[in-house]
């Protein structure tokens, strides 16, 4: 089985690109979308981000733009919310990698924003990097709602400059140029990775700690 690595910086359009590749029936982990469902109401995280950051939980959820308040511009507030949530999202991950690998897939793709950030590459085989003009990108950011100039800088703060991305990726995809031109280079993306050598997956793999396949 093949693990392709999605990420980009926000605004980059990888939300699209995902969607894309599951229309062509590829699955896909999407942490961003695990991530919410740990803070919904019921949520795994819930108890223990209420008991880290009081005051964010509300009718069971936790509001997530007043745990943003709490952690934007705090290294240890948002250390200290990494530590809650990472180990959950990879357990996600395992049982994700683990349905895969019964199914027999050939191919899956990890959707993670900040995939080299957080040393996520390590586990992939290959990574695309979708990447669209510094214009569009402060456009479609802005475009969104409570959206402000001041939250665009910090989250492009907190993330990996754009052309390190692509200096790192085995792919770039260009996503300015229309919805048809990713479409196609996404699929080249598919054809090619599945032209690499794939890992020998066993069902019983799984992460250890630090993200490598034991």
Do not use: Y
């Not at 990574?127 to 100039?149: D, F, H, I, K």
Request: hydrophobic letters at 45%.
């Amino acid at each position: 089985m093949r693990i392709l690595g999605l990420t980009g910086s926000i605004g980059m359009g990888k939300s699209t690109a995902a969607a894309m590749f599951r229309r062509d029936g590829i699955a896909v982990h999407d942490a961003d979308a695990v991530v919410h469902d740990l803070l919904r109401r019921g949520g795994a995280a819930v108890p223990a981000v209420e008991a880290a950051f009081p005051g964010v939980v509300r009718d069971g959820a936790v509001d997530r733009r007043a745990l943003g308040a709490q952690v934007f511009g705090d290294p240890a507030a948002l250390r200290r919310l990494e530590a809650i949530l990472h180990p959950l999202v990879r357990r996600r991950l395992r049982r994700f990698l683990r349905q895969a690998g019964r199914r027999g897939d050939a191919l899956v793709v990890l959707d993670i924003p900040l995939l080299f950030e957080t040393g996520g590459e390590r586990f992939c085989d290959g990574v695309a990097v979708v990447s669209a003009p510094r214009l569009l990108q402060r456009q479609r950011v802005l475009a969104r709602p409570g959206m402000t100039t001041e939250k665009f800088a910090a989250i492009l703060a907190a993330q990996m400059p754009d052309r390190d991305k692509q200096r790192r990726a085995d792919w770039v995809v260009p996503t300015g140029l229309g919805r048809r031109a990713s479409r196609l280079a996404l699929r080249a993306v598919r054809r090619q990775a599945l032209a690499r050598p794939g890992r020998r997956w066993r069902p019983s793999m799984a992460l250890d700690q630090r993200g490598n396949m034991v």
